[in-house]
């Protein structure tokens, strides 16, 4: 089945600076890979996603690179605010939706 | 748009009790989640509906959890007897139409609830 590997496990920024999060996935199979942002006692939140036949996706602050030759994409924030201190968690589809471990990011003022 | 709603938030119950979580999602949506996220891990997948239909639940433990979709809109999930280790956050999630064979389709995530089992 698929696995998820997400690093680093904790990251901490100075504000303004960039943060990146990767991950790698063994299933050559999957085809949709999303990013949530889970605050403390909050319910996970979708912030950007990308799909297998699209190399980068942008939204604002945020943007995700994916490449399927050697199975791994990334998240990256730049600019960073002390809000975007929360837990990220990525996740890759292959008939079912697989997280990764999490990255406790930490933004400091 | 309501979201997808969880009860109850909180529970606390002995070892070998038995508890119940019930999840009310996304209105039209197709596909009904339950996940398991233990303190400082990424969410594992329980079982997943498709309506009232199971499509998947490899992931769930059959001696202990049970899990049914009704009328394919609401659901529960029960755990009994429960053990220490159940102690978890147990989030219900929903889309608007399976993920399998899709590529993508948004899951939306209910607040949990969170199970502490002593």
């Known amino acids: 089945g698929e696995n998820v590997e997400q690093h680093p496990s904790t990251l901490s920024v100075q504000e303004g600076d960039s943060a990146v999060i990767k991950c790698t996935y063994s299933d050559s199979a999957s085809n949709y890979f999303p990013w949530y942002k889970q605050e403390l006692g909050k319910r996970p939140q979708l912030i950007i996603d990308i799909r297998s036949n699209v190399g980068e996706k942008k939204d604002q602050r945020i943007a995700v690179t994916l490449n399927k030759t050697a199975k791994h994409f990334s998240l990256h924030i730049t600019e960073t605010q002390p809000e975007d201190s929360a837990v990220y968690f990525c996740?890759?589809?292959?008939?079912?939706?697989?997280f990764g471990q999490g990255t406790e990011l930490s933004v400091k003022p | 748009e309501a979201g997808v709603a969880q009860s109850p938030r909180y529970k606390i119950i002995e070892k070998r009790q038995s508890v119940a979580f019930w999840c009310n999602p996304i209105?039209?949506?197709?596909?009904l989640y339950w996940y398991q996220q233990i303190l400082g891990q990424g969410p594992k997948l329980l079982i997943q509906f498709q309506n009232n239909g199971v499509v998947d639940d490899s992931q769930l433990p059959k001696d202990r959890f049970s899990a049914e979709r009704l009328k394919g809109v609401d659901s529960t999930l029960k755990i009994q007897p429960a053990k220490l280790e159940d102690s978890a956050v147990y989030l219900c999630a929903s889309s608007l139409v399976s993920m399998t064979g899709v590529s993508g389709n948004t899951i939306y995530f209910g607040e949990g609830s969170w199970l502490t089992v002593v």
């Open positions: 209105s039209g949506h197709a596909t």
């Open positions: 996740a890759a589809l292959r008939g079912k939706l697989i």
